[in-house]
């Protein structure tokens, strides 16, 4: 198997997508950070220390996608058409799940896992009076669409 972002001589590299044609891609990804009850309901409910926990997170995971090029060496700076990203309470736990688009010569599935891994942890911060033992877990890449290797979802 090649791995793309290493050479001949297995020094690290940025793909040439150069010669690549654009197609639209896109990408979801998903996790969850558990909690105490006490926490999932203050976040709930906003009635935490710092506020609407999930908004904070929703913005945060957006601009955070828009910055994956900046925080993950290798990447290309990406100019996507959208960034959503969603919060579902579980019983113990929120789950966030962020879905990337473009129209593009690579694919977006880093500023999808980056969107989730940062809403999470902009969660953990805010509500971290309330539960300094929360746990992010499940991160993962549940489909991608489009591109040369085509589309993928996760077997369930």
């Known amino acids: 198997m090649d791995l793309t972002h290493l ?7 940025m793909v040439d997508v150069g010669g690549k044609r654009e197609s639209a891609r896109s ?61 579902a309470f579980e019983e113990d736990a929120v789950r966030a799940t962020a879905t990337t688009t473009l129209t593009g010569k690579t694919g977006v599935e880093m500023e999808a896992l980056t969107a989730v891994c940062v809403a999470l942890l902009t969660i953990y911060d805010m509500a971290k009076a309330l539960d300094k033992g929360m746990v992010l877990s499940e991160i ?13 979802v996760r077997p369930t």
């Open 27 to 87: 990408a979801t990804a998903t996790g969850r950070i558990a909690m105490s009850a006490q926490a999932l309901t203050a976040i709930r409910d906003g009635s935490g220390p710092k506020g609407d926990v999930v908004s904070a997170a929703r913005i945060a995971g957006i601009m955070a996608a828009k910055k994956t090029a900046e925080l993950i060496p290798l990447c290309h700076p990406l100019a996507l058409d959208a960034v959503t990203l969603d919060f």
């Open 7 to 13: 050479d001949e001589s297995g020094a690290a590299r």
């Open 140 to 152: 993962m890449l549940i489909e991608k669409r489009g591109g040369k290797s085509g589309d993928w």
